[in-house]
């Protein structure tokens, strides 16, 4: 099965930046649509963005928390995944959840274990 | 964006219970509406994708139903392992958006 596994989540004070990454293994990876979702404390679940296969233009799409601050990359080089926050604010506070978008791109179908992005002064 | 609006926002039931939860789109979302449980502590899983069909490994307990704007997700003999929040999320328009969710307790 496919395994993601995410890094960087670290506590921060409000303004600065993080980089926040994510391995997949047991995947093509090269041919996924990949997005990452996050959970605030104790609250729902928020699309924050994803980004396409290079095949079909490695072009991104963000979610209305995430425009201009957010930036997703990817290098199928390393079968890796980032996420770029900056200009970070408290209600950033989350779990950021590395995702695998399903075949069709209508489904979140591999999920990681998180990582938690604390921000606070 | 749409919204995506979930009820009851929590629910307690005993074990064989029939469990009802409804997710209502702002807007005709025709069937692309999934649904994700996610158990205490773990991330979420795809339970239910294109609103009715089951993903692979879900319990036939789990059913979904709905179409345009109004959806359902039933458990038709609630189980313990069933404890979870149960999330919709719509993939009709982008923002991708989910509804704020609905906590399954056991009584």
């Known amino acids: 099965e496919v395994h993601l596994v995410e890094s960087g989540g670290a506590m921060v004070k409000p303004g600065g930046s993080l980089r926040l990454s994510c391995a997949a293994s047991?995947?093509?990876?090269?041919?996924?649509?990949m997005s990452w979702v996050r959970q605030a404390p104790g609250k729902g679940l928020e699309w924050v963005g994803r980004i396409r296969s290079k095949v079909d233009g490695e072009t991104t799409d963000y979610g209305t928390a995430g425009k201009g601050r957010f930036t997703i990359s990817r290098d199928d080089s390393k079968d890796m995944m980032y996420l770029q926050i900056d200009s970070l604010k408290v209600e950033d506070t989350a779990v950021y959840y590395c995702v695998t978008d399903g075949v069709y791109a209508t489904t979140f179908e591999y999920w990681g274990q998180g990582t938690l992005v604390a921000v606070s002064s | 964006d749409i919204q995506m609006t979930q009820s009851p926002s929590s629910l307690s039931a005993s074990v064989g219970d029939r469990v009802t939860i409804t997710c209502q789109a702002s807007q005709d979302i025709s069937n692309y509406l999934n649904w994700y449980q996610q158990k205490p502590g773990k991330a979420p899983k795809l339970l239910i994708y294109d609103a009715s069909n089951l993903e692979t490994g879900v319990p036939s307990r789990f059913a979904g139903s709905g179409s345009g704007t109004s959806f359902a997700v039933n458990i038709s003999s609630l189980q313990p392992e069933d404890v979870a929040t149960y999330y919709c999320?719509?993939?009709?328009?982008?923002?991708?958006?989910f509804g704020h969710g609905t906590k399954v307790e056991m009584k």
């Open positions: 999320q719509q993939y009709h328009n982008l923002p991708l958006t």
């Open positions: 047991r995947v093509t990876f090269s041919h996924v649509w």
